[in-house]
């Protein structure tokens, strides 16, 4: 008797908790802030400063991160909706290298042979590029 | 490639070398530097002399070539360690911690000392000076002083920002 009370006492706090009572609202905050932290994949130097708030440092990552050669932005796609507020992120975007939809879409073609010394293989792709020397030509015949 | 598309491609300088670690994932040694795939940020970490100079792709023995060609040549899972034929490079040592430790607390002699690199650009554990220290996030006027320092002396130094670890999702195995 006294386990089935217990029992129903238990889901009744439960039920009170899902409800919107007090502490049910901070439990589910916790819950969710604890989610948030976990769901990002990567970390990083930027990733940290931004996580803190700090503006200063994050402004100072991203000014140095305009100086290297190239700036892999794969890896801080999860934060760039964040990054937007901060002052050095217009020049950081400039210097993101930028993906055409005919380079999106570029097939790389492995053959073992080739058909003649002009034609390599045929095969079908979704961009097709032709070059001056082929207008050249045509314009001399 | 993925698909045959390319996903991604990476210009290095010759000679180099490709190493792979037990997950499968791609590292290029090229000049001085290791490339990482995964982060795709190029440290100068790894303490190995110029491939140039080190010339130790051309063996008179080819079965030896054969045989180093072959498995696991990088610490997949800490980044502690790589290795060449009969090199084993690594990351840290250990001044860069007894250093770092005369940094952190302070040390009388460290003032007016001229910058060394040696305590920021380490990796040890799939850590980096930056992830490591609380400078990112507290201490800016350090931050500035590194960062500044490091373009200064080269600038392929600042890639360590873009070194990044991968953080596991908990949730599945421990329920909170």
């Not at chain 1, 700036?71 to 290298?97: A, C, D, H």
């Not at chain 2, 070539?65 to 800490?78: P, R």
């Amino acid at each position: 008797m006294e386990n089935v009370l217990s029992k129903t006492s238990l889901k009744v706090s439960r039920r009170k908790m899902k409800q919107g009572s007090p502490l049910g609202e901070v439990m589910k905050r916790m819950r969710k802030i604890q989610s948030d932290k976990f769901l990002a994949k990567n970390n990083s130097a930027l990733h940290m400063a931004a996580f803190e708030g700090n503006s200063k440092c994050v402004n100072l990552i991203l000014q140095h991160m305009t100086m290297t050669k190239q700036v892999p932005i794969k890896n801080f796609t999860e934060i760039i909706g964040q990054l937007v507020e901060y002052k050095n992120f217009l020049p950081f975007l400039e210097k993101l290298p930028f993906k055409t939809q005919a380079l999106s879409m570029k097939n790389v073609l492995k053959v073992k042979t080739t058909l003649s010394e002009d034609i390599v293989q045929m095969q079908e792709s979704y961009t097709t590029f032709i070059d001056d020397n082929f207008f050249n030509k045509r314009n001399t015949l | 490639m993925k698909l045959n598309l390319e996903n991604d491609s990476y210009d290095v300088t010759a000679p180099f070398e490709v190493l792979w670690d037990f997950k499968g994932q791609m590292y290029i040694a090229y000049q001085n530097k290791i490339l990482f795939d995964r982060s795709s940020c190029s440290l100068q970490t790894y303490d190995f002399q110029d491939l140039d100079s080190l010339d130790y792709t051309k063996s008179d023995d080819s079965n030896l070539g054969e045989v180093n060609s072959k498995g696991i040549k990088f610490d997949g899972k800490n980044h502690n360690w790589l290795i060449f034929n009969e090199y084993m490079a690594l990351p840290f040592s250990y001044m860069t911690f007894v250093i770092k430790d005369k940094i952190e607390s302070n040390d009388s002699w460290l003032h007016d000392n001229h910058f060394d690199p040696e305590p920021y650009n380490y990796l040890f554990n799939k850590s980096t000076s930056l992830l490591n220290d609380q400078i990112v996030a507290l201490d800016h006027s350090r931050l500035e002083y590194v960062l500044h320092n490091f373009g200064l002396i080269d600038v392929d130094l600042l890639e360590i920002l873009y070194y990044s670890q991968t953080l596991q999702d908990f949730r599945e195995s421990y329920k909170l």
